[in-house]
């Protein structure tokens, strides 16, 4: 299936790919006019609200487009801490730029729960069919920033399916093993694989 992930994060069309492409499918990222495309989302409402929101924009920036026919993938995502009744949650994104992950960090230290987790929620349509897969990473949130690799918050983040390291010190492979948008990408392919879909 040709698949083309709507978003403006290379990192996860990488991560994608690293699954999706083994398995036969080809993944770009969603291109209009040269541009990935920038979505209006309704972040108060939640991972799965913004999702469907967003797949239903992107189908409809592919109508009459060369793309027609192809299937889009649409990922909402974001790290919840136990501590703080989920806060960042679907405002992941602006906290980190607004505070950054030292600022993060500050909040957190200020309990003693350092625990949380990333959630994904995906979802692949090809203008008939829909499917929705989500992915949940549990974890707990590391005291100093480790690591180079992946982004966001992946160099406070310690999975608790690893071995101690933050994400930012895994390979991309490793991390997709394990991740929120890995296990959500991984349900995705085996709905696609089933006759009864
Ligand atoms: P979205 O792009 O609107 O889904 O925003 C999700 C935000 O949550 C990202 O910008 C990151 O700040 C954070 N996030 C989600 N998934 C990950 C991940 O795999 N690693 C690190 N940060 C993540």
Known sequence: MRILFATSNTNKISEAAEILV???????GLLIDGNRPIFNEPKELG???VTESKVEQALALIKGTEFEGAAVLVEDSGVFTHAFE??????SADVVEKIGLDGVLERISKSKNRGGEYRAVVILSDGKNNWKAVGVCKGKFSVEKRGINGFGYDPIFIPEE??????AEMKSSEKSSISHRGVAIKSLSRLLSDPSR
């Open 22 to 28: 083994p398995l036969g499918h080809s993944v770009e």
């Open 47 to 49: 991972l799965e609200a």
């Open 86 to 91: 989920g806060w960042p949650g679907a405002n």
């Open 162 to 167: 690893g071995d101690g390291r933050t994400f």
